[in-house]
């Protein structure tokens, strides 16, 4: 934990899984700002084929008594942890979907949450980061196995550390969020702009960890070394990089990498915990540069249904490098392991994301084609658990009791 007790670690987790370590601000953050226009670039690869399956026979006819219990399950959960507003969409090929906003989107005003509503997506951002990485790969601009050192100075181990240590969160270097001066730093204002080289700062002054690939680690350091790799070898900022080479071949028209605290409308209004005042604060508009290629980007619904299924099966990569993507490591839960910006948890193939105010969950069932997106206004965590892995578990309890999201099996029923 920080050792600053105004500023609480968010994780952004399977569980137990150390997935995405992120920090909350405690002051409000600036007003919406436009970010720079975009520029061309070169082609993404062309899509790869999405080999068909055997059929979907496991999941169930999401019929109205099937989401009559899927809305007992959400209910449930938000009242168990507090949620003030949720959105839900599940989503299988001859099975049926299910796609429902429950709760507020706004608690001053009492707005309803929508199905339409643009929401922050934390740690989610590292697929985006990561893909834009690998297609460097493809088109020979890098190599997993280069050292960050080639391409960027002055890393701990940098003539060591992979690229794909890098995103496989094996490196071994501090995580810049759990640094003490980072903490007091973003307590000071949350409208403040960190610079990527300022974050690796706080990271940097502490010894590595461990050697290189010695363990799995989750480290968003590691994302913001590949996000100026990303700059250095294209030539072009992030922001720009994402929109040009992923977003757009995606086919994704509401996910944005801002460059500051805008926040598109319509938007939910998020919600934390100042620990200082043990009062639930609005931050809405706090600046997520602290989290850039990392955790900083913005998404809604319809996108994230689509991008879950573009991810887990590999549609801007070659298949080769969708491969190597999802080699995992075993990441301290049973059933979970960590890829290059991807995890597998008992089948659900995707990512998850936190930071003050939001919390995010996109997955996809490779064995049954079947997508859940999960979007919640908190990231208030209920008995040390993430709301999101608990809206995660409930619902794949119902629908995928083999692939319990994260990582549980159901229980079998009592005989009587």
């Keep these: 934990m920080s050792p600053n007790p105004r500023v609480r670690l968010r994780r952004a987790c399977v569980a137990a899984l150390a997935a995405s370590v992120l920090l909350s601000p405690v002051v409000a953050g600036s007003a919406y700002a436009a970010g720079a226009p975009a520029r061309s670039a070169p082609a993404a690869p062309s899509p790869t084929p999405v080999p068909p399956t055997d059929g979907n026979t496991a999941f169930p006819q999401l019929t109205p008594a099937v989401a009559a219990r899927l809305d007992a399950a959400v209910r449930r959960i ?14 299988a090929p001859g099975k049926g979907s299910y796609v429902k906003a429950f709760g507020v989107a706004d608690k001053a005003t009492g707005a309803p949450m929508k199905t339409d509503l643009n929401m922050r997506i934390g740690s989610e951002t590292k ?8 297609e460097l790969v493809d088109r020979g601009k890098v190599a997993l ?11 701990p181990n940098g003539d060591r550390i992979t690229l794909r240590e890098l995103a496989g969160m094996r490196s071994g270097l501090f995580n810049y969020s759990e640094d003490a001066d980072f903490t007091k730093a973003l307590e000071s204002g949350s409208g403040r702009t960190f610079t990527p080289r300022q974050l690796l700062d706080y990271s940097f002054k502490h010894p590595v960890r461990f050697a290189p690939g010695a363990k799995f680690e989750y480290s968003n350091t590691n994302l913001i070394l ?7 070898v294209t030539g072009r900022p992030l922001h720009e990089v994402i929109q040009k080479d992923v977003l757009e071949p995606a086919g994704l028209h509401h996910t944005v990498f801002p460059t500051g605290a805008e926040f598109p409308a319509p938007h939910a209004h998020g919600y934390t915990d100042d620990t200082a005042s043990g009062k639930t604060v609005d931050s809405t508009g706090w600046n997520p540069s602290w989290g850039w290629a990392a955790g900083a980007m913005i998404s809604d619904l319809e996108d994230l249904h689509s991008w879950a299924r573009t991810l887990a099966t590999g549609t801007l990569l070659t298949p080769a490098t969708q491969a190597e993507r999802l080699k995992t490591t075993p990441a301290g839960l049973p059933g979970a392991g960590y890829g290059l910006g991807i995890f597998d948890v008992q089948g659900w193939i995707g990512h998850n994301g936190s930071l003050p105010g939001y919390q995010s969950l996109t997955v996809y069932l490779p064995e049954a084609q079947a997508t859940l997106v999960v979007l919640l206004n908190t990231d208030t965590s209920y008995k040390g ?14 629908v995928t009791p083999d692939h319990v999201y994260p990582g549980h099996k159901a229980p079998a029923p009592k005989s009587h």
């Design 127 to 134: 697929t985006f980061t990561v893909t834009a990485l690998l």
């Design 385 to 398: 658990k993430e709301p999101s892995a608990s809206f995660g578990e409930a619902i794949t309890q119902i």
């Design 226 to 232: 590949l996000g100026l790799l990303i700059e250095k």
């Design 145 to 155: 196995d280069d050292p960050i050192g080639k391409y960027v100075s002055g890393v």
């Design 78 to 91: 938000m009242a168990e942890t507090g949620t003030p507003g949720v959105i839900v969409g599940l989503w």
